[in-house]
């Protein structure tokens, strides 16, 4: 087939197609949904999870724990668990939650008893979510990047299975090991899911579809706390059920498999199918007029055909990719260390702490801070082709240290209250100093880091660095989801003047180290850090200049 001019292809603005939309659609919400959907689904159950498996009291069994029961049809029962000879109560009209009636006050040892069982099913998730990221590049490199989301989609079903039959079987470790099952489902798609929305992307939009998926990460997010209210799913009944629906994204997933795009830089340098890459950017570009972009592709193949793909030592010895690298680190550490997990995976204890009453009010306070989170992710996708990615990651990033600052504040005044109730509006302008916060990290601080991760690296590099920067991330995540609870108690309000302290120094260092990536090729950001790297423009593979043979082949779209 003929091509056109360079200057031809780089003329062609980019076009929305159905491969495009299906691909990326297909993509983000079949594995960043679930993502964002598993870091909250534990939050607004936790209770009743808690109450079915390690119970304060023995229960009468004849009593079904779905919903809230009048207080007169449980009395005697709770009389006599609890051995009381007398019991005073107004029974005409006043309801409370079942656990509230079988389950009187806990010791002291059973609540650290119940609260370590809790953080156990939490930190299984980022635990095991390090060792699915340290597959990222052996997956991709097996099985291609499209083909590693619908493998990953096999584990996410497996979890699914142990965790809506847990309370069936009656098995707490089943939870477990269900959350250990869906953090490797996460960890793979946090590394996969950049790269390969990445590459089928024209460079004009790739920033605002990168964002897509933490767009999609945030809406999970929403999604969990909002099925999660006690009026719908997260009740004793319906909590299995609640965990369950992990499975439908994947399940949508594969059925979307044959439409979904392969990534064609993939299949030209990698796989040197240049015939199959050309067809799949065709359908991706909606035109013929390809030129400019393959022959992109073909510069980059020919400085790698005598490169293999950088194996993660060999990556982080390369001379050429060292700022990057360091940069990238950076930014995974500091997106984690300023808070944000602890934020979600603990909203309704912050808002405890702050004497926001229990419940729905505590769980409507935490769908609104998910609700801003998707919003201000949407404002970042629009904007991240006009501001650039450095103004919104140090702009977020500086929101956030003000943020920090002023949750401290509130929270320290609120020590000085006997009783938080009492303090009146104080304790609801901590769910705004929790709303600022999160506003400035989902415009930057929470999308662009996964977006930097894929147009920091070439071809060769880029499963390497996915894979560094996503086990960054997810130690980074693990640490803050065991460490909080014991750092917020012996810290107090304080805790946040840490996550302010994390914020204040990667501000400062994007500020001086990070260039701006926007309209960028993949090359031309490998050759904006070679100065700063200390070798030429070509990088590590300057000198390569085989050429590539290409190879009369079909596209593969299996």
């Given at each position: ?6 200057m ?5 603005k ?18 960043a ?13 936790a209770?009743e ?18 919903s809230?029961?009048?207080?007169s ?8 668990a ?20 079988l ?14 069982m ?7 998730f ?11 590049a ?11 989301l619908m ?8 979890a699914?299975?142990c965790?809506?039959l847990?309370?069936?079987i009656g ?14 489902f ?10 390969y929305?990445?590459?089928?992307s024209p ?14 990460i945030?809406?999970?997010i ?9 009026s ?8 299995p059920?609640l965990f ?14 044959p ?9 030209l340098?990698?796989c040197?199918?240049?015939d199959?890459?050309?067809n799949v950017?065709t ?6 007029d390809?030129a400019?972009?393959m022959?992109?592709m ?11 793909a950088m ?8 001379r050429?990719?060292?700022w990057q ?27 405890s702490a702050?004497?926001i009453?229990?419940?729905n009010?505590?769980?409507l306070?935490?769908v ?29 990033f ?25 303090a009146?509006?104080?304790?609801y ?13 989902a ?24 894979t ?36 204040v120094m ?17 090359g031309e ?30 596209a593969d779209?299996?």
């Amino acid at each position: 087939m003929a091509e056109k001019s360079l200057m031809a292809g780089n003329d062609q603005k980019p076009k929305v197609t159905m491969s495009l939309v299906t691909g990326v659609s297909m993509a983000v919400f079949g594995s960043a949904f679930q993502f964002g959907y598993n870091i909250a689904v534990m939050n607004a159950p936790a209770a009743e999870i808690l109450d079915e498996f390690f119970p304060c009291a023995v229960r009468d069994p004849s009593i079904v724990m779905d919903s809230p029961l009048e207080v007169s049809t449980v009395v005697a029962t709770v009389v006599e668990a609890t051995n009381s000879s007398t019991a005073v109560m107004d029974a005409a009209t006043t309801a409370v939650p079942i656990t509230t009636a079988l389950f009187p006050k806990c010791t002291e040892a059973e609540v650290e008893y119940r609260d370590n069982m809790y953080a156990l099913a939490v930190a299984a998730f980022p635990f095991a979510g390090m060792f699915g990221s340290l597959m990222v590049a052996a997956v991709v490199g097996k099985f291609g990047r499209r083909g590693g989301l619908m493998l990953n989609n096999i584990i996410s079903l497996i979890a699914a299975l142990c965790l809506g039959l847990a309370k069936t079987i009656g098995s707490y470790p089943m939870i477990v090991i269900g959350r250990g099952i869906i953090g490797i489902f996460a960890g793979l798609a946090t590394g996969i899911v950049p790269m390969y929305i990445s590459e089928i992307s024209p460079k004009e939009w790739r920033g605002a579809i990168g964002v897509l998926n933490q767009l999609l990460i945030t809406i999970g997010i929403l999604v969990a706390q909002i099925l999660g209210l006690g009026s719908l799913l997260g009740n004793n009944m319906m909590w299995p059920i609640l965990f369950a629906l992990t499975f439908l994204p994947s399940f949508f997933q594969i059925v979307s498999f044959p439409f979904m795009p392969r990534s064609p830089r993939y299949l030209l340098i990698d796989c040197h199918k240049e015939d199959s890459a050309r067809n799949v950017l065709t359908r991706l570009r909606g035109t013929d007029d390809v030129a400019g972009e393959m022959d992109e592709m073909r510069s980059e193949a020919e400085s790698a055909s005598k490169m293999k793909a950088m194996t993660l030592m060999e990556l982080i010895g390369e001379r050429s990719f060292r700022w990057q690298l360091i940069t990238i680190v950076a930014m995974m550490i500091a997106q984690q260390l300023s808070g944000i997990n602890a934020v979600f995976f603990y909203t309704n204890k912050i808002f405890s702490a702050a004497g926001i009453p229990e419940g729905n009010p505590q769980d409507l306070a935490s769908v609104m801070v998910g609700a801003v989170n998707v919003f201000m992710t949407i404002v970042s996708v629009v904007v991240i082709e006009k501001a650039g990615r450095k103004k919104l990651l140090v702009g977020g990033f500086a929101v956030m240290i003000f943020w920090c600052l002023a949750l401290t504040i509130v929270l320290s005044i609120l020590l000085g209250y006997e009783d938080p109730t009492k303090a009146g509006a104080l304790p609801y302008l901590s769910i705004g100093c929790v709303i600022g916060y999160i506003i400035g990290f989902a415009i930057g601080p929470g999308p662009i880091p996964w977006l930097i991760a894929s147009e920091f690296f070439t071809q060769a590099a880029r499963p390497a660095a996915t894979t560094i920067s996503c086990i960054v991330n997810w130690l980074c995540n693990f640490i803050i989801g065991m460490s909080f609870p014991s750092i917020a108690n012996a810290t107090g309000p304080y805790v946040f003047l840490i996550f302010m302290g994390v914020c204040v120094m990667i501000t400062l260092y994007l500020y001086v180290v990070m260039p701006e990536t926007k309209g960028k090729t993949f090359g031309e950001i490998t050759a904006m850090f070679a100065v700063r790297n200390g070798v030429s423009a070509g990088g590590a593979d300057s000198g390569l200049n085989v050429p590539l043979k290409p190879m009369n082949s079909r596209a593969d779209e299996l």
